[in-house]
C-alpha cells in the first residue's frame, strides 16, 4: 500500500511553539484569527485579561459553523455573556489551549469543515 500525504488548500497552521503560531509557512507572535475560508489575521487581544463581548461578536459575523477558542497555554473559558452573538446565529464554540486549537483546526479544515480559529499566542 502506498501512502501519499495529504495536501491541504488554503490556509494551514504549518507550526507552533511558545509564543508564536506558524501559518502557511508565517511565523506569528501575536493572537491571530484563521479560517477555512481562507482568512489569517490579526486578533486585537493580547491575552486572555483583554477579551470582551465584541471580540466574540467579529468571530460571529465570519459565519463558520464552528469556531475555535485557543486560550492560551491553559484551558480558559469565555465568559457567557461573549458568546451571544454565536449562540444566536447558531455557532459552535470548542475551548482549548492554543496547540490543541492549531491541530484540531487543520484537523477540521482538512475534512472540509468551515471552521474558524481565533487563537491566543
Known sequence: ?????DTMQGV??????????EVNGEKHRSSIIVSSEGLCRAWSCA???????????????MDSELVLF???????????QWLTSLFSRRIGLETMDTHAACRTY???????????AALLV
Do not use: C
Open 12 to 21: 494551514s497552521v504549518t507550526g507552533y511553539g511558545p509564543g508564536w503560531v
Open 47 to 61: 491575552r486572555y485579561e483583554d477579551l470582551n463581548e465584541s471580540h466574540f461578536e467579529a468571530l460571529a459575523a
Open 70 to 80: 485557543g486560550s492560551g497555554t491553559h484551558i480558559r473559558f469565555p465568559q457567557p
Open 1 to 5: 500500500m502506498k501512502f501519499i500525504p
Open 106 to 116: 487543520n484537523f477540521l479544515s482538512a475534512e472540509g469543515r468551515r471552521v474558524t
